[in-house]
């Protein structure tokens, strides 16, 4: 990582701001030694906070902000704050101050705001929000989560381009492979959106990369590095997953708190229970990405802690130093030629 990679950071959103936000920059700010941080908020609240977080002295920037996005105020409200901290933040990025946002606030203020801001990088149509999760094999990173719910079968190629690239950048892996989420795996399933952008992909430049189309159970079994939907089913399918995760561990719970013996067990079993908690850790997984704007942005769930922001800080910064956006001008150049050589075209259906 450069010396220039600066973060403009939300101070005040999320449910445990502006405390868990300072603790976790002061986590990253250890575990990231070249990072800036541009901090938007509260400096009554901030400064007595900033203060005892010893890894951040020197490296930040605080600037005031006298307006707050509550967590439940709807986004059109929130576009006409303009000394908001989110706002403010966002602003940084768009001013060149800094290369990415993080925050932990209003993700419908979030979204509304990056994009009228920022905007779409050239050649995205729209934008998608990926996020990873884990799987038998591995962590699999999935998109869109619920940033678009009308879309075609260019915007699904669009999709699956940048969650390659995310793939490489965050997960490490040099040639990830990728799938269409579909009804079925056989290619005569779905719609003309999906059979569509499937066409297109297989004919493209990373066709060696494209697995077709994957099911639900595909996700967790890990079959694809990148498991490509819309934003209806993506979030559909993200909320699930989460719920049978919290309904594990809440079953686990019971099992071992049946009675004498199955505490027995626990004492036995503990180790291995430790390290399945601490790969299902939903802190892990903390960062979810607005893929094909004009700067990076991460949103942290609002109610995760330190280490959890801290996280969210991670995938930023990795981002930022990879220069992420750059690979996806390259990508959409390469899909672009192969569809004006002799290659078919992509059919719009939304």
């Known amino acids: 990582m450069s010396q220039s990679s600066k973060l403009a950071v939300d101070a005040m959103g999320g449910d445990h701001a502006p405390d868990a936000i300072i603790a976790g920059l002061d986590v990253a700010a250890e575990r990231q030694p070249r990072a800036f941080f541009i901090i938007f908020g509260d400096e009554a609240r901030l400064i007595p906070l900033l203060a005892a977080a010893k890894h951040l002295a020197g490296r930040y920037e605080l600037r005031h902000c006298s307006e707050t996005v509550a967590g439940d105020m709807k ?5 006409r704050l303009r000394d908001s901290s989110m706002r403010r933040a ?15 606030g209003n993700t419908g203020a979030l979204l509304a705001l990056s994009k009228i801001v920022l905007k779409s990088l050239k050649g995205i149509d729209r934008p998608a929000m990926a996020a990873t999760a884990p799987s038998a094999k591995g962590d699999v990173v ?12 260019r915007n699904l190629v669009e999709f699956a381009l940048m969650g390659m690239i995310f793939a490489r950048i965050v997960l490490g892996l040099p040639s990830p492979s990728f799938g269409l989420l579909n009804i079925g795996s056989e290619e005569g399933k779905g719609d003309d959106t999906l059979r569509n952008a499937a066409a297109t992909l297989r004919d493209g430049p990373f066709s060696e990369q494209f697995y077709g189309f994957v099911e639900g159970h595909d996700i967790a079994a890990g079959t694809v590095d990148v498991v490509v939907t819309d934003g209806f089913t993506g979030n559909v399918a993200l909320k ?10 809440d079953l686990l719970r019971r099992v071992f708190n049946a009675g004498p013996l199955a505490k027995m ?5 503990r180790g291995a229970l430790k390290r399945l908690k601490e790969t299902l850790d ?9 893929l094909g704007l004009n700067g990076v942005v991460v949103k942290s769930h609002g109610g995760t802690d330190a280490l959890g922001f801290a996280h969210a800080v991670d995938v930023a910064l990795d981002m930022v130093a990879h220069d992420f956006n750059s690979h996806i001008a390259d990508a959409l150049a390469a899909m672009d030629r192969a569809i004006l050589s002799d290659e078919p075209v992509i059919h719009s259906n939304g």
């Open 265 to 269: 067990g626990y004492i036995f079993a």
């Open 240 to 249: 699930t997953g989460e719920g049978a995760l919290k309904l594990v561990g």
């Open 282 to 290: 939903p802190r892990r997984y903390n960062g979810a990405v607005l």
């Open 75 to 79: 986004p059109t409200v929130a576009l």
């Open 142 to 153: 999935m998109l869109d989560l619920g940033l678009n719910v009308v879309y075609d079968a």
């Open 90 to 104: 966002i602003d940084a990025v768009l001013a060149g101050d800094a290369q990415g946002v993080v925050s932990a």
